[in-house]
């Protein structure tokens, strides 16, 4: 059974950091591509971070340079550090796991998501 549970987030002041944490169980890291999504209120969701299965690793624009997406093997947990955070980083964070594989004996992709976390960043 897939699982992704997403904790860490919370409430911080602008120019605060927090460090998310995917635990994963289910897959693994090696045949799924993962990734950090956001969704703000009234938004759409949107891609923040991939880290890849060979340990490719991309960025919005938005975040580059304040935001570092990582993950352990061995526990099979993904992180994103997140630093100088900003009010507009404001939103639910949602891992997400992109894994492919045989399904039905048919190689094919699928998308896990996990519940989300808060994220508020505000003054």
């Known amino acids: 059974q897939v699982q992704l549970v997403e904790s860490g987030g919370g409430s911080v002041q602008p120019g605060g950091s927090l460090k998310l944490s995917c635990a994963a169980s289910?897959?693994?890291?090696?045949?799924?591509?993962m990734g950090w999504y956001r969704q703000a209120p009234g938004k759409e969701r949107e891609l923040v971070s991939t880290?890849?299965?060979?340990?490719?690793?991309r960025y919005a624009d938005s975040v580059k340079g304040r935001f570092t997406i990582s993950r352990d093997t061995a526990k099979n947990t993904l992180y994103l550090q997140m630093y100088n955070l900003k009010t507009e980083d404001t939103a639910v964070y949602y891992c997400?796991?992109?894994?492919?594989?045989?399904?039905?004996?048919?190689?094919?992709?699928?998308?896990?998501w996990g519940q989300g976390t808060q994220v508020t960043v505000s003054s």
């Open positions: 997400a796991a992109d894994c492919w594989g045989y399904y039905s004996a048919v190689y094919s992709s699928r998308k896990y």
């Open positions: 289910g897959i693994r890291f090696s045949s799924c591509g």
């Open positions: 880290f890849t299965g060979g340990g490719l690793t």
